[in-house]
Nanobody, 120 residues
Framework: QLLLVESGGGLVQPGGSLRLSCAASGFTLENNSIGWFRQAPGKEREGVSC????????YYRDSVKGRFTISRDNAKNTVYLQMNNLKPEDTAVYYC?????????????WGQGTQVTVSS
């Protein structure tokens, strides 16, 4: 059984912080590139960040650079997305995904998502 489970979402005020977690079971995240995506109501899903399995290189969309940080803890088989200085436009369902074929391009496993709402 291959499973990704996101957690850590919630309601925060603008300028607040959240840390999202993505825990894997049934496979080893160490061998996968891990991406974070988000989808707001009525909007297309968009990539937020990705971390490579090979050299640990990270990527961020421009709108979150300097505010979000992706990391992984291989011992815990978990990846994280630290989100600081949150803005209302960050409101979305956040998903993590894993893949080992085309790094940070193609993803085979997806979580169910966790809701992040930024509102005053």
């Amino acid at each position: 059984q291959l499973l990704l489970v996101e957690s850590g979402g919630g309601l925060v005020q603008p300028g607040g912080s959240l840390r999202l977690s993505c825990a894997a079971s049934g496979f080893t995240l160490e061998n996968n590139s891990i991406g974070w995506f988000r989808q707001a109501p009525g909007k297309e899903r968009e990539g937020v960040s990705c971390i490579m399995s090979s050299d640990g290189s990270t990527y961020y969309r421009d709108s979150v650079k300097g505010r979000f940080t992706i990391s992984r803890d291989n011992a815990k088989n978990t990846v994280y997305l630290q989100m600081n200085n949150l803005k209302p436009e960050d409101t979305a369902v956040y998903y993590c995904a894993a893949g080992n074929r085309h790094p940070c391009i193609e993803f085979d496993y997806w979580g169910q998502g966790t809701q992040v709402t930024v509102s005053s």
